[in-house]
């Protein structure tokens, strides 16, 4: 039998195992790393890039978010004395910046006197599992999954066989908690809350990733057999995972050749048994909360850091309050904030980050050489009290791997650099609509492929204000009845019609599609216009009605150039 074809990085797996060469890493010499040795210190939770060679990045895994006190005062002044930058990512881990190589690789030993490694959170290797951050400490949380999180961690944490050989990156959540206070459904693995036959369980979704939705493998599992089941997927996934392009094998690509049912079939095998069909799902959206009353009567507070960048002051603060408090444990959660659990009511904050809670920066150019731009610094600068006040969340990822879950979150915004509108190149970013995340419905779609950042503000402003005209309450009902019965380009046709009456004839006049689908979307549109009556709208329809290839492309560049264009 011909074998298979694999990629370079699976040539060096098979060259050396990547757990062998943990023994070279005291010998590594940093100025000289070569392609092989940058993929073999990933395993480790040591990243570098040739971009940028004589700097390094630690990431600490911490399972399920949670982190002692303790470990994290040991963080702290380990990248204090490093002279390193801590900042949190949207997996509930940390990430220290600006070390040299010698500090990369003496914190990375240090830690594991704290309980913490760096193991395997980078490369192709299971990366932190995550799930809700009160897990087991609120009123909403059925089953508490930190020990089943755990039990799967142990199966392939510093495990030769496992330790980066598995085809690509495999991100896994599991969550008891009824409130969904961030969407899992973009990982390769999902265990969602559910319940069968009277009994409390996990529905099991596969196949997600950054702008794709996971997919229901008809399979419920009680708790005491989440790690059996994560153990089948994992082995199916290691031993039959595509090998061949790297930018095609993830599980979401291996369930593109088997299908979903070859899948689930390939785990009932594994197991040696007929599998439960999936039970009721349990999960709702959760509001947005700054504190959260707890079973106990004690109440956890989120201290928001400013996207996922903290100071060492704030690191002071929160391990003051931890102190005063008597915690031993807190919990990091996806949306890059720390909570604090075991608090009274009430509880100042003096260095807590002002912002609004509800949006998500990657880790941007600042520390990632993928990002086309800082998000984080952008963020700042986006206006965002009305998206506060309507509940409107957002994901500002800084390129395509979507960091920021920019497809699971009601606007999604991924940063480029374009010249279509300026002479010099300027910042932008593509920007998506239409997710319906909480039970995983589908990913967001992307509706405009640039939005100079000079006009985001009043872009993000005009999408709240057509919500709010809706009169729908929550965003993903507004996505579902309205903005995902249209096509892609009639939804861009009809976002940048509403920016061009408000912001150059400065009409505040906006167009709302009916919740209903057109099987003619321009003749839709054109009778809306037509009946208008003006003279601007009577020209719109001129572009609408060329006979281009594709739909309202005459009429979508007449906009953009009319909106945009220095």
């Given at each position: 039998?011909?074998?298979?074809?694999?990629?370079?990085?699976?040539?060096?797996?098979?060259?050396?195992?990547?757990?062998?060469?943990?023994?070279?890493?005291?010998?590594?010499?940093?100025?000289?790393?070569?392609?092989?040795?940058?993929?073999?210190?990933?395993?480790?939770?040591?990243?570098?890039?040739?971009?940028?060679?004589?700097?390094?990045?630690?990431?600490?895994?911490?399972?399920?978010?949670?982190?002692?006190?303790?470990?994290?005062?040991?963080?702290?002044?380990?990248?204090?004395?490093?002279?390193?930058?801590?900042?949190?990512?949207?997996?509930?881990?940390?990430?220290?910046?600006?070390?040299?190589f010698p500090s990369a690789l003496r914190m990375s030993h240090r830690i594991e006197s704290f309980g913490l490694t760096s193991w395997q959170t980078y490369s192709d290797n299971f990366r932190n599992i995550v799930t809700d951050p009160l897990d087991g400490l609120e009123a909403a949380?059925?089953?508490?999954?930190?020990?089943?999180?755990?039990?799967?961690?142990?199966?392939?944490?510093?495990?030769?066989?496992?330790?980066?050989?598995?085809?690509?990156?495999?991100?896994?959540?599991?969550?008891?908690?009824?409130?969904?206070?961030?969407?899992?459904?973009?990982?390769?693995?999902?265990?969602?809350?559910?319940?069968?036959?009277?009994?409390?369980?996990?529905?099991?979704?596969?196949?997600?990733?950054?702008?794709?939705?996971?997919?229901?493998?008809?399979?419920f599992a009680e708790a005491s057999q989440v790690p059996v089941l994560f153990r089948a997927v994992a082995e199916v996934y290691r031993e039959e995972g595509p090998r061949a392009s790297r930018s095609k094998a993830r599980l979401f690509h291996m369930i593109e050749a088997v299908g979903?049912?070859?899948?689930?079939?390939?785990?009932?095998?594994?197991?040696?048994?007929?599998?439960?069909?999936?039970?009721?799902?349990?999960?709702?959206?959760?509001?947005?909360?700054?504190?959260?009353?707890?079973?106990?009567?004690?109440?956890?507070?989120?201290?928001?850091?400013?996207?996922?960048?903290?100071?060492?002051?704030?690191?002071?603060?929160?391990?003051?309050?931890?102190?005063?408090?008597?915690?031993?444990?807190?919990?990091?959660?996806?949306?890059?904030?720390?909570?604090?659990?075991?608090?009274?009511?009430?509880?100042?904050?003096?260095?807590?980050?002002?912002?609004?809670?509800?949006?998500?920066?990657?880790?941007?150019?600042?520390?990632?050489?993928?990002?086309?731009m800082d998000t984080k610094k952008e963020s700042d600068t986006l206006a965002l009290e009305k998206c506060r006040r309507l509940g409107i969340s957002l994901g500002f990822s800084g390129c395509l791997k979507g960091c920021a879950r920019h497809a699971f979150s009601d606007i999604g915004?991924?940063?480029?650099?374009?010249?279509?509108?300026?002479?010099?190149?300027?910042?932008?970013?593509?920007?998506?609509?239409?997710?319906?995340?909480?039970?995983?419905?589908?990913?967001?779609?992307?509706?405009?492929?640039?939005?100079?950042?000079?006009?985001?503000?009043?872009?993000?402003?005009?999408?709240?204000?057509?919500?709010?005209?809706?009169?729908?309450?929550?965003?993903?009902?507004?996505?579902?009845?309205?903005?995902?019965?249209?096509?892609?380009?009639?939804?861009?046709?009809?976002?940048?019609?509403?920016?061009?009456?408000?912001?150059?004839?400065?009409?505040?006049?906006?167009?709302?599609?009916?919740?209903?689908?057109?099987?003619?979307?321009?003749?839709?549109?054109?009778?809306?216009?037509?009946?208008?009556?003006?003279?601007?709208?009577?020209?719109?329809?001129?572009?609408?009605?060329?006979?281009?290839?594709?739909?309202?492309?005459?009429?979508?560049?007449?906009?953009?150039?009319?909106?945009?264009?220095?």
């Amino acid at each position: 039998m011909k074998e298979q074809k694999i990629n370079k990085i699976e040539k060096l797996k098979r060259q050396m195992k990547p757990a062998d060469f943990f023994e070279k890493l005291p010998f590594i010499h940093a100025e000289a790393l070569d392609e092989a040795d940058r993929f073999y210190l990933k395993n480790f939770g040591i990243y570098n890039h040739k971009l940028a060679p004589e700097t390094f990045t630690l990431r600490i895994r911490i399972p399920a978010g949670r982190i002692a006190t303790a470990a994290l005062k040991g963080v702290r002044d380990l990248a204090c004395t490093a002279g390193g930058k801590i900042i949190v990512t949207s997996r509930a881990q940390l990430e220290v910046h600006g070390l040299d190589f010698p500090s990369a690789l003496r914190m990375s030993h240090r830690i594991e006197s704290f309980g913490l490694t760096s193991w395997q959170t980078y490369s192709d290797n299971f990366r932190n599992i995550v799930t809700d951050p009160l897990d087991g400490l609120e009123a909403a949380n059925l089953v508490e999954v930190y020990d089943l999180v755990l039990a799967m961690q142990r199966y392939f944490l510093k495990n030769p066989d496992y330790v980066g050989m598995i085809p690509r990156k495999f991100n896994v959540a599991i969550s008891g908690t009824k409130k969904q206070r961030t969407s899992f459904f973009g990982n390769d693995l999902y265990f969602a809350l559910a319940r069968k036959d009277g009994r409390v369980g996990f529905n099991l979704y596969a196949g997600g990733k950054n702008s794709e939705t996971a997919r229901s493998l008809d399979i419920f599992a009680e708790a005491s057999q989440v790690p059996v089941l994560f153990r089948a997927v994992a082995e199916v996934y290691r031993e039959e995972g595509p090998r061949a392009s790297r930018s095609k094998a993830r599980l979401f690509h291996m369930i593109e050749a088997v299908g979903i049912d070859g899948l689930r079939a390939k785990i009932a095998e594994r197991l040696g048994k007929t599998l439960p069909s999936a039970g009721e799902l349990l999960i709702e959206k959760a509001p947005l909360e700054t504190r959260t009353a707890l079973k106990n009567g004690t109440f956890a507070h989120r201290y928001t850091t400013r996207f996922g960048e903290l100071s060492f002051d704030q690191f002071d603060e929160i391990l003051h309050l931890c102190g005063t408090y008597g915690v031993k444990e807190l919990r990091i959660g996806c949306d890059q904030n720390f909570y604090i659990p075991g608090l009274p009511e009430k509880v100042a904050f003096a260095k807590s980050t002002e912002r609004y809670g509800g949006i998500v920066a990657c880790a941007g150019s600042k520390y990632c050489v993928y990002s086309l731009m800082d998000t984080k610094k952008e963020s700042d600068t986006l206006a965002l009290e009305k998206c506060r006040r309507l509940g409107i969340s957002l994901g500002f990822s800084g390129c395509l791997k979507g960091c920021a879950r920019h497809a699971f979150s009601d606007i999604g915004l991924v940063g480029i650099r374009t010249k279509l509108f300026a002479e010099e190149v300027e910042r932008g970013v593509r920007l998506y609509l239409g997710s319906e995340y909480t039970h995983g419905k589908r990913a967001a779609r992307l509706i405009l492929y640039s939005v100079p950042m000079r006009h985001l503000n009043a872009m993000i402003d005009l999408i709240a204000d057509l919500f709010a005209q809706s009169g729908y309450r929550d965003f993903e009902d507004f996505s579902k009845e309205i903005l995902n019965r249209y096509s892609e380009p009639a939804l861009a046709f009809w976002l940048l019609l509403n920016h061009y009456r408000r912001h150059v004839l400065k009409e505040n006049d906006l167009l709302l599609p009916e919740g209903m689908e057109h099987e003619d979307e321009k003749s839709y549109f054109i009778g809306r216009l037509l009946a208008s009556g003006t003279a601007h709208d009577r020209s719109i329809v001129e572009y609408l009605q060329c006979q281009e290839a594709f739909p309202f492309r005459e009429a979508i560049i007449y906009l953009e150039r009319s909106c945009f264009k220095i």
